[in-house]
């Protein structure tokens, strides 16, 4: 796993938890997926999950169809869910456009 740091907006810092090179569990990935629950941009798909919504922590999980490379990044405290799903959408946006 690797920790970085990450800001929204005009926001603090708050850290972002990426996991690499470890296996989890990819069930409630396709099963938004499957209810039409992710945010699409291209070859790329997102899913935004609340870990604890009264702290702010919540799961961002990014895929690319291209390389089938399931992506999953912890936020750390202070980022509400809402703020969350925007900055999902906007980054598979521009991963899209590269």
Same mark, same amino acid.
């Given at each position: 796993?690797?920790?970085?740091?990450?800001?929204? @907006?005009?926001? *603090?810092?708050?850290?972002? =938890?990426? +996991?690499? @090179? %470890?296996?989890?569990? +990819?069930?409630?990935?396709?099963? $938004?997926?499957?209810? @039409? !629950?992710? =945010?699409?941009?291209?070859?790329?798909? $997102?899913?935004? *999950?609340?870990?604890?919504?009264?702290? @702010?922590?919540?799961?961002?999980?990014?895929?690319?169809?291209? !390389? +089938?490379? =399931?992506?999953?990044? +912890?936020?750390?405290?202070?980022? *509400? =869910? %809402?703020?969350?799903?925007?900055? $999902?959408?906007?980054?598979? %946006?521009?991963? !899209?456009?590269?």
């Amino acid at each position: 796993m690797e920790m970085s740091t990450a800001i929204w @907006g005009e926001g *603090t810092p708050v850290q972002i =938890l990426q +996991q690499i @090179g %470890t296996t989890f569990d +990819q069930t409630n990935f396709f099963a $938004a997926v499957a209810a @039409g !629950d992710a =945010l699409s941009a291209g070859t790329w798909l $997102a899913v935004v *999950t609340p870990l604890d919504e009264t702290h @702010g922590i919540n799961v961002i999980e990014l895929y690319n169809s291209t !390389d +089938q490379c =399931l992506r999953r990044y +912890q936020i750390q405290p202070g980022v *509400t =869910l %809402t703020d969350a799903t925007d900055y $999902a959408q906007a980054w598979i %946006t521009s991963l !899209d456009s590269q």
